[in-house]
């Protein structure tokens, strides 16, 4: 026996930092001009094959709300597609209207937050 725990094969992993990443996923997308199927092509273009779901996923959450986790290599892959650093990806907001703080009740069109 190795004594290996059941370790849970998917946790819901605190998700702050997916959410900031896909806000900023979201904002940069706008900001060039693409479309969820441009980046997703870009993407793939770079090497790393991702349909445009994922990157809906990535972006907004999925349908059940959570924000699907990001992983390193589609972090780095993203940020190559909108050519920024994969740290740029991880700050706290690049969002240009609402700073991260969207007026309570309401969601940013821009990055997707809600408070
Ligand atoms: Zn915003």
């Known amino acids: 026996m190795s004594g290996g725990k059941p370790g849970p094969a998917r946790t819901e992993a605190k998700t702050i930092h997916a959410r900031i990443v896909g806000r900023n996923v979201r904002v940069l997308r706008h900001d060039r001009g693409l479309r969820l199927a441009d980046l997703a092509q870009k993407v793939t273009e770079g090497g790393y094959p991702m349909i445009l779901k994922t990157v809906q996923q990535i972006e907004t959450g999925t349908s059940s709300g959570a924000h699907r986790a990001v992983t390193v290599d589609e972090l780095v892959a993203l940020a190559k597609a909108l050519e920024v650093s994969p740290a740029e990806l991880l700050k706290p907001t ?14 940013c069109n821009t990055c997707g937050a809600s408070r």
Do not use: Q
């Open 94 to 107: 690049l969002c240009p209207v609402c700073h991260g703080e969207p007026v309570p009740g309401f969601t």
